[in-house]
C-alpha cells in the first residue's frame, strides 16, 4: 500500500522558512521522480519544484531562488526548504510520486500517488 505523508507546514511570518517533509512507503522510492504541488483557495493547483530520479531539479519561477527540493532515498523522504517565504507562498502543499525517471514540466494528472497535503499560511 503507498503512502505519501506530508509534514512540516504551519504560519510564519513573510520572510520566514519552514521546510516540508514527504515520507513515502509502499514502493521503491528511487524509481519515482517527485514533485512537490501547492494549491491556495479558489486557485488551482500548481507545480512548485520537481527532482528526478537522476536527481535533476525543477523550479517554478515564483520560488526559483527561494524554495530547494532533495530527497533521502535511504530514509524514502521527500522535502522542500523554503525560505523567504511570501504571504503568495500561503496554500496547501501536497507531494507526488510517478512512476518515471521524469517529473519536469509534467501534469500533475501524470503523477500516480499523492500525500494528503500540509497547509503553510505565510503573514505579512
Known amino acids: 500500500q503507498v503512502q505519501l505523508v506530508e509534514s512540516g507546514g504551519g504560519s510564519v511570518q513573510a520572510g520566514g522558512s519552514l521546510r516540508l517533509s514527504c515520507a513515502a512507503s509502499?514502493?521503491?522510492?528511487?524509481?519515482?521522480?517527485m514533485g512537490w504541488f501547492r494549491q491556495a483557495p479558489g486557485k488551482e493547483r500548481e507545480a512548485v519544484a520537481s527532482?528526478?530520479?537522476?536527481?535533476?531539479?525543477t523550479y517554478a519561477d515564483s520560488v526559483k531562488g527561494r524554495f530547494t527540493i532533495t530527497q533521502d532515498n535511504a530514509k524514502n523522504t521527500l522535502y522542500l526548504q523554503m525560505n523567504s517565504l511570501k504571504p503568495e507562498d500561503t496554500a496547501m502543499y501536497y507531494c507526488a510520486a510517478r512512476h518515471d525517471a521524469f517529473c519536469a514540466h509534467i501534469s500533475s494528472d501524470n503523477y500516480n500517488y499523492w500525500g494528503q497535503g500540509t497547509q503553510v499560511t505565510v503573514s505579512s
Open positions: 527532482i528526478d530520479t537522476d536527481a535533476l531539479r
Open positions: 509502499g514502493y521503491i522510492f528511487s524509481n519515482y521522480c
